[in-house]
């Protein structure tokens, strides 16, 4: 019903055989790309398949070589972002495009104060009554002067969202196009239903573009879904036809593993406890709490944001100091608050944002790699070069990294496998626990079976894991064991044995 | 930062070969392409430049500005700056000649001593008592410019009976000036170093990425120490050179030489981001700016004309070899 009149209607965005490349990669290969009045459009592919290009082009962040734009029936050329806004058409980024120290109001109406102004000056009292108006529209019930930095991401997404419907409506357009870029990877489970909800809302004024990887919530809510890959728009379906596997199998070209996380490899683990937390205790984040990984040992530790399982994973690496209890590794207790005794002991990290706290993005694949190990790399008392490549290769190769040379820069390779890189630097220096803090975060679908394949072989050397994942599912799927967390306490121990998963279902009743 | 660059890595890749193209390989070669355009407008300029006894002089002013520049290339590798330096060899200046005139040549190493624990300071004062290094050093270079001048004010000579000990610098062997030969030892301490061994390498990554660091149990306080260390040597001992040339130490000495070592290092292509660059880039980016001052003077350049023509150098060596697509916003 839906679908045969958004058919009918004018689109409101046009593009034809629009490309783009770049010195030696074309980026875009004539795409046509068109989005209706109230229409929410699905736009999913693998990393560099081209979304973030088109979308740059959306917004006028990025001019095309060649194709048509038409916008709102007339053709558009947007030099830059603020011609975007002055089309009604406006983006949410992944991190977050707003000013942390100044306060929600300053940042909706950021640049473009000017109708505020009485006598010369701004009226804050108009400005302050506009913002509490907007925020309402959204549904979030936070006071206007709060500085950005003191409120979650579910609240700052709002907030850019509210303010292109505020500067679309400034400019006199109806009908803005908003375009989110992976908008629930930051969101608590709970948020993320709020968040669909209040689209549902918007989109009764709006079109919306939603890119994720979570194919479950792009067929949910998006009206029609367009798939890219390799720069080109390969296929489009109905959300109502929608079939997941058929997507993933449009994205990547071949059959995704019906066995998604690899289940049928899952090993026992071994008898030999290799972590031992005992009563650890940090005032205001979580109360004592004990449990054991043994060799080779997937544990995932599961629970809302705030449930404490992040300072947990912080406390055991020494990033954050516990207040009592013990961290003993191998026999060993943990210097409480030094990441360098838990590197020392044996202790690896995989940092939910790798590029910020798991790489060297300027420095090489090969020196990312060999970062914990140049110590052994000598030879007559220097770091041997020959030594060093060496080592990088083995390990690039080992865990599958897609890298022209060892010499590249790691700031040249995609999510998946500057990933894997941060996987290999821990597995050369031979740790004993490795601690995921979602591994598969932003990675595309064919690394995220490559990073699935790693844990399991780590699983069979008998690393032990504490994992934390981006889905239920994948916690299920991946673990032997899981620890459920709610406010601060351990409330359940589940055994996920590989024929005898719980269902996520069951799973979420304990955690909210 | 800039925002969309997450990880939809299509633009990424492409921004890269972007960057391929013109930065990741050819950067030393920009800094050396400069050069030898450089050195071929002064010999076109004047004949004589490329005479072995100016070659001598560019070598020699050369030889002291990339054993500072070297020094300060680490505390820039690091993400820091050290305007200390030119306190510190104003000081070393006149420290050495005044223990040359009374220990002889312990006042070799002990100038060398100061340097070192001068820099420990430094560094201690940027990783525990945690203020910013374009601070501290500031005020640590004061307090050195300072005490050079107390124990000096006005320069101070060599007495006569001790030249023997400054030809350890001002002699020559088989025509070649052990000058040279010094600052040749000097570079490649510190290609070894920052090469070769595990802190030294260390410094890369503390400057590419300091939480990383962290988290990866690099020991980021003694890191940071070590590139202050290293900074001091490289200072006490380009003040121990200036002084044998001079047969005197001059409490006023450092001070062009701030700058001097800056410019040196950026020129060479290290950003002042820190994590990029090396000891190469350094000695050509030394080279350059050495190669300027002394070809301006040859090829007869107005010497009201020459600083402007120094700096619009500087501007574009930075230009071509600086990698600005890696920095988000340029402070």
Known sequence: MMSTTIAESRPILDLRKVSKSYPGVVALDNVDFTVHPNEMVGLVGENGAGKSTLMKILIGLVQPDSGTFMLRGQAAALKDPSDGARFGIGMVFQDGSLVPNLSIMENLFLCHEIGFRKFGFLSRRDMRTTAEGLLEHVKVHVSVETPIAAVTPAVRQMVEIARLLWLSRLYGQTNPILILDEPTTVLTEGERDTLFAILRDIKKEASIILISHRLQEIVENSDRIVIMKDGKNVSEIGAASAVITEIEQAMVGHAFSADRYREDEQGVPGDEVILKVDNLYKKGAFEPISFTIRKGEIVSLVGLVGSGKEEICRCLNGLERADRGAVILGGKKLVAGSPRDAVASGEGHIPIDRRSEGLALGMTVAENVNLLVLGRLKNVGLVSPARERKNAERWIDECRIKTPSSSTLCANLSGGNQQKTVIAKWLSSQVKLLVLDHPTRGVDVGAKDDIYKLIRNLAREGIGMLIMCDTLEEDIGLSNRMQVMKDGRLVKEVECPPKGKPSPRDIIGLIV | ?331
């Open chain 2, 1 to 331: 930062m800039e925002a969309p660059r997450q990880e939809n890595g299509a633009d990424e890749q492409k921004n890269v070969l972007v960057r391929a193209g013109r930065v990741r390989i050819p950067t030393i070669f920009y800094a050396v392409g400069t050069l030898l355009v450089l050195v071929l407008l002064f010999a076109l300029g004047n004949r004589n430049f490329l005479s072995f006894y100016n070659l001598n002089t560019i070598a020699y002013y050369a030889a002291i500005l990339l054993v500072v520049g070297l020094g300060q290339m680490c505390t820039i590798l690091i993400g820091a700056i050290d305007l200390s330096i030119g306190g510190l060899m104003s000081f070393v200046s006149v420290l050495f000649i005044v223990a040359v005139k009374a220990i002889g040549y312990w006042a070799f190493p002990l100038c060398i001593l100061t340097g070192v624990l001068f820099g420990y300071v430094n560094g201690n004062i940027l990783t525990r008592i945690r203020i910013p290094s374009f601070i501290a050093t500031l005020g640590t270079g004061g307090i050195m410019t300072s005490f050079a001048l107390l124990v000096s004010p006005l320069p101070v000579v060599a007495p006569a009976d001790r030249y023997g000990i400054l030809s350890i610098v001002n002699g020559s062997f088989l025509g070649i000036g052990n000058l040279l030969v010094l600052t040749a030892l000097v570079f490649l301490f510190f290609y070894v170093v920052l090469r070769f061994t595990v802190l030294g390498k260390s410094i890369f990554y503390v400057g590419s990425n300091i939480t990383m660091s962290w988290m990866s149990g690099i020991d980021i306080v003694k890191t940071r120490n070590f590139a202050y260390i290293l900074s001091g040597v490289g200072a006490s001992i380009a003040a121990i050179f200036l002084s044998c040339g001079q047969f005197g130490g001059d409490p006023t000495l450092g001070k062009v030489y701030i700058l001097g070592s800056i410019a040196a290092v950026v020129v060479g292509g290290t950003a002042l981001t820190g994590g990029t660059g090396g000891p190469v880039n350094t000695v050509i980016g030394g080279f350059v700016l050495s190669v300027m001052e002394n070809g301006m003077n040859v090829v007869g350049v107005n010497a009201y004309f020459q600083q402007s023509i120094l700096g619009a150098v500087i501007i574009i060596s930075v230009f071509l070899t600086f990698d600005r697509s890696k920095v988000s916003m340029i402070k």
